[in-house]
């Protein structure tokens, strides 16, 4: 729950904005219902509920967009209607509103929705005991949105730019162990629900310690580089490529037989033998491959496709080596 919230801005926002509701509308609402306005007591009561209720879908389904859209909506549509039946005490409620909006939903719908609820407050008039009033609301109401549009926008691009730091390989551009861990999990649960089939393959460059020794470490920066462009342009685009760590690297490939998974790993060990070069001569790699097992975990799953590298590495490195193969033939061994 806890690792949701730290990782799901919009997310924290929904949750945030629930439990704000629950806390600060509930006292009104009872209150109103005391007094006799019973229709304000409704909409207090009826903002409450939708706010919960959509707080509760966003935790259920993962779908903060949609969710987030509905709750600036509701937020923003409430205050208009309370601040229209109990008049200027209630134009108080519109200000958090159009703050929360461009943290729930794109600002291109925030702004929509904020001009349309002051307008709609202007238009109506009641809630305003004068002109001077009306203008003066409508003006603060600009500078509000103005400024929450601002903050959150900072906001967003310094956590795309966090976000980019801490998933993505500066060298390499792929990204990093911290995503493919991500993915993994993520695949292992489409597969049990879905039955799509996921392969993942494991590759080491063969000595790459002694380019690096030996040419110097710009050289070696080279190396993964080019072979990272030249394995991004022979896979699908659905394909994800991961650095490991060093010069390891994990390729995540999806909807793949075991037929197809070898023709795809025959053609790319044969472009990398063609392409990948360095002052030296030749570059070739060791590859471990690994198709998912109906209900294996992530860490079981790498762990055959690190078994199957280590295989080819002490084949004599340069080699394709497939767990399954292995296990096929390791069993006569264990057998005997």
Known sequence: MLYRLKTDFRLSIITLLGISAILGISPF?????????????????????????????????GDTARTGFAMAVVASGGAVAVGAVVGE?????????LVTSFF???????IFINLAAVVALIVHGVAFSSTVQMWSFAAT?????CCAFVFAHRNENQRERLEHLATVDPLTGVKNRRSMDEELAMAAASAARTGISYALV?????????????????????????????????????DQLFRFGGEEFVLLMSGVDQTGLRAVMH??????????????????????????????????WLARADAAL?????????????????????SPAETA
């Open 104 to 110: 729930l939903t794109e600002s291109r719908y925030a």
């Open 267 to 300: 053609n790319l060990q044969h472009i990398m033998h063609k392409f990948l070069k360095h002052p030296g001569g030749q570059v070739t790699a060791s590859f471990g491959v690994a198709l998912l097992n109906i209900g294996e975990d992530p860490d079981t």
């Open 202 to 238: 494991l590759l080491d460059i063969d000595h790459f310690k002694k380019v690096n020794d030996e040419y110097g470490h710009s050289v070696g920066d080279e190396v993964l580089t080019e072979m990272v462009a030249l394995i991004e342009r022979n896979v699908r685009k659905s």
């Open 29 to 61: 609402a009872v209150m109103r219902f005391v007094q006799g306005n019973m229709v304000a007591g409704i909409i207090d009561l009826t903002i409450m509920l939708a706010i919960t209720a959509g707080m509760i879908y966003a935790w259920v389904t």
């Open 141 to 145: 109401a600009i500078v509000v949105s």
């Open 310 to 330: 280590y295989e080819a590495k002490a084949s004599g490195r340069d080699q394709i080596v497939y767990a399954e193969d292995a296990v096929a033939l390791e």
């Open 89 to 97: 005490p209630g134009l108080f409620w519109l200000f958090p509103c």
